[in-house]
């Protein structure tokens, strides 16, 4: 099923069991990784990718970052450049790949697409390069694949 548009996009996602939206959260947050030079990140992305990851390395990876989020937000408040806000929106999309998932999940890793959209949005501005954000679509793709497999 190909996905065109955010409509299709929501839907998708509230068809996601919790494993696979908590894979499309990470993948959300990969795509936009080199925006960010926080290894707390990485950190907590290489462990929602695990199938088996505990309660309680969710709940540590979810404090780091919190804690990265909470710093790139003071730092932008200080010295605010778009790069340094591309940042800050990455970091917020890792908290949603690492927090519990209620009420189905869906919400929260919509939420996670759009800061890492944002996060895009920033680096485009700050390169000068032009509006275009091609973010959704690499999304819409990455949920594709979860379903597909």
């Not at 080199?34 to 707390?40: A, G, I, M, Q, V």
Request: glycine share 6%; net charge negative; proline share 1%.
């Amino acid at each position: 099923m190909a996905i065109n548009n955010d409509k299709e996009f929501k839907g998708a996602l509230e068809r996601m069991n919790l494993s696979q939206l908590r894979l499309a959260a990470a993948g959300f947050v990969d795509s936009v990784l080199p925006l960010s030079t926080d290894e707390r990140i990485v950190a907590a992305v290489k462990v929602a990718r695990q199938e088996k990851a505990s309660e309680t390395e969710l709940e540590m990876q979810l404090r780091s970052v919190k804690a990265a989020a909470l710093a790139s937000y003071t730092q932008c408040g200080k010295l605010c450049d778009w790069n340094s806000q591309a940042g800050h929106f990455v970091a917020k999309a890792a908290v949603r790949c690492v927090e519990p998932l209620t009420d189905g999940g869906a919400q929260s890793v919509w939420e996670g697409a759009m800061d890492a959209r944002m996060a895009r949005t920033c680096e485009v501005i700050a390169t000068g390069e032009g509006t275009e954000n091609n973010e959704a679509q690499v999304q819409y793709r990455i949920v594709e694949s979860l379903l597909n497999s």
